[in-house]
């Protein structure tokens, strides 16, 4: 059984279907890719499987249970997290807090927290210590008592997955992880991606403009356009299909009718 | 170890001050001083809401009266009873001792459901729609009291119990007034500076991402103006305790406007800020008081410099102390 299964899934906002009865899954350990033209749907896409909006209609899957139309921090807590495309850290705390932040999620004890205890303590400290691995792993720990929003962009992009693991997804979603990045950094966050995965034992589904980035990296691709799936497959195969060239390149009679 | 030091330190401060301020400083300043511990206490409950939790609540005055007219009606028709059987077979202090946190608790309480059940339908708002909902609960309890005969209504509500004349409810000692607010100042600053607090911050800086790392946002908003609600009820019951005298014209909006002005000119998401804020303010006005006519205008001035100088309050998010309030570090240092 797939770890996510998406099937029929449709978003309309008003009368624009955003997302038209996608169907795709995620194996387990799969590292796959959502790739398409702007405004084909893929962040809709990820918004619905993270809850942000709820499904029109179709089904959403996740190792086996239905999770279309639940808030977003009950997706989290069975185990999906993403990343935002227009990065979105807890700007104003420090680059710990936001891993600390999301290591607790919605495991607190209010007067724990009053009362301090030997066992409060200890697990302040395993907390503490846990969100520090986290960021050594992300390469981040020289950072940890910076505030969020004065790290370097690539920084911010790798602190916003370090954020994500901390709340222990079995599902990581990237949202154009490489966005703004230059080749050489392109090719760190690919390594760091595959990485990632078989020590957090993973699955990722990322999404991207650029082609090359996902070819190298990603097992299988789903190309979406106008909110739909136009082609799916292994990469290679993906990039000959004659309706993913016509999506990002466009016909000749489009051009002169 | 250095943490029992300071408490054993607050102690004896606190017994000190009990003891001698009374006699040295003539009742004007003493109540001057009891209003501070009441304001610190409101401003400080409220910081966790609009600073901590980064939403705009502007009715808190409506919190302190509920927190004040049930704990005084709580003291006057069951209380007195309690506290004349309570005198009988212990020392009359002893016994006013033991009675004094009962009201501040049945006020606290009362706050606390009512910020439930304003909280639960009001923070689904956001911004200026949550502020204005806010300050019509405000304007609602106010009105509501005035006409609530059992409690005075108009004519204000007198801590007096007219079945045992001889107990006197009204409770002035400072000391016991500020180890009130210590201990709330602290059960706050616990409550957010912890990694469970983070959860309070998160909502500031973006509901989004918090839901996304597994943070229930609706349900830490309730909390937070659950507890705020109950500390400023608490600080009602104080202020209705210590004054002996309630009436509505306490708990107007302009209240409530005053601890808004606490919290944001202390600096939003700072304890010491709102607690350094609510102390001058407070003091402020009666300071001034020599100037006549003239004094509204220049407290008045002086806030607009204030804001014109530090937009961002007199300690931005920043503590006084950060080890003390804090606890432990981890907070946000300048830029790497």
Redesign the interface.
Known sequence: MPLLEVEGLTVRFGGLTAVSKLDFAVERGALVALIGPNGAGKTTAFNVITGVYAPSDGSLRFDGREIGGERPHRICAAGVARTFQNIRLFRSLSVLENVRAALVGDRRSGLGDVLRGPAWRRRERDRDERARDLLAKLGLERFAEARADSLPYGEQRRLEIARALASGPRLLLLDEPAAGMNPSEKDALCGLVGRLRDEFDLSIVLIDHDVAFVMDLCERVTVLDHGEKIAEGPPEAVRRDPKVIEAYLGTDDEEEP | MRGRALLLAGLVLLVAADALLPRVLNPYYLTILSRIGVAVLAAVSLQLVNGFTGQFSIGHAGFMAVGAYVSAAASVYLGADGLAALSGSLPASLARALYFPLPLVAGGAAAALAGLLVGIPALRLRGDYLAIATLGFGEIIRIAILNVDLVGGARGFSLAAPLHPEVDLRYESLGAIYAVVALSVA?IA??VY??????F??VR??E??????????T?VKV?AFV?SSFFAGVAGALFAHSEGYVHTNSFSFLRSFEIVVFVVLGGL?SLSGAILAAAVLTAAPEVLRGLGEWRMILYSLLLIAAMLVRPQGILG?RELVPGFLR??????????
């Open positions: 059960v616990r409550l912890s990694t469970g607090g983070l959860a911050r998160a800086e973006d989004t991402a918090a839901e996304s790392v597994g943070i229930a946002t349900r909390e507890v998401g998010p606890g432990r570090p981890g907070g946000p240092r300048a830029p790497a």
